[in-house]
């Protein structure tokens, strides 16, 4: 399967609500996101939907980090074509936090190492009934990264935590034409901002080492799937789409820097594989392991 965002995009569709087409026949029809009125929509029917992209995100993330982390969770299951969450293995696993084991949207943990990174997935799909935008939520976002960032970094101040939100396109446009309006693409990156930037172990463990807003087409057929990426840690626009764009191979390539050089062994030459130093940080913890059982003798 070609884990791109287009082709999770095209799956998940069959998964938006169905809300009434006409008030007096009541027949249900598949909205798209930007039609979707969240009155019409029963909150299951918006978690479900959710729940699968969320899932599908986290593969696709899992699955272009693998080369670099081997055995980082979710996996699909071989010889399996369904897009459920049953088919792919090691959605939301566990992982060590203060508070006993905890669900992780991408995990990356050897026995040696502990968690090693972890990815969480969060996504904002469609416009507050009310308002027409997508600011609804934001704040209950970040109060769930808080308390996931605070949950592992206190129990394992060494793991790498990264956030990636995922918002529709459009609410980089949704702030009207008044002067001092903003749309909800800068909303977010505002309350995020707050949320990154733990570049040490000893940093508050409420932050993550880096959050990105992702905002993905979901409408227009010819740019399906095309993503604008953003680092919260840099000022954003209060309206349209932002002049520091990052593409979703660069987001993926800070994340795995962010590791390294939290991580990064004492000894590396230049031609060392980045495998090769995960493979290093293992023999590295095993050996400290020994020592501190040897002392204790």
Known sequence: MDNNIRTILQQVREYLPLVPDDPLTKV??????????????????????????????????????????????????????????????GVE????????????????STERLGLGLGVSIKTLNFRDAKSRRYTKNVSRIDNELRAEASD??????????????????????????????HSSFGHACQTLRYRTGRADPSDSPELFEKVFVALYEAEAPETLGELVCFDVSNPPPKKGLPAQRLTFVEVLKAIEAAFFQ?????????????SAVISELEQIAESETDETEGDDD
Not at 93 to 108: E, I, M, P, Q
Not at 262 to 274: A, S
């Open 262 to 274: 939290r991580n990064v062994p004492k000894r590396i030459w230049e031609d060392t594989q980045e």
């Open 28 to 89: 249900k029809v598949r909205t798209g996101w930007n039609q979707v009125d969240s009155r019409l929509a029963s909150r299951e029917e918006k978690k479900n939907f959710a729940q699968r992209f969320s899932d599908l995100l986290a593969l696709m993330v899992a699955d272009k980090l693998r080369p670099t982390f081997p055995g980082i969770l979710p996996m699909r299951n071989q010889d399996s074509g369904d897009i459920r969450s049953k088919a792919i293995r």
């Open 93 to 108: 696993s566990l992982a060590s936090s203060l508070k006993g084991v905890k669900r992780l949207d991408v995990n990356f």
């Open 152 to 181: 592992y970094h206190v129990r394992q101040p060494y793991a790498v935590l990264a956030a990636i939100v995922f918002l529709p396109r459009d609410c980089a446009f949704d702030a009207g034409e008044a002067v001092n309006t």
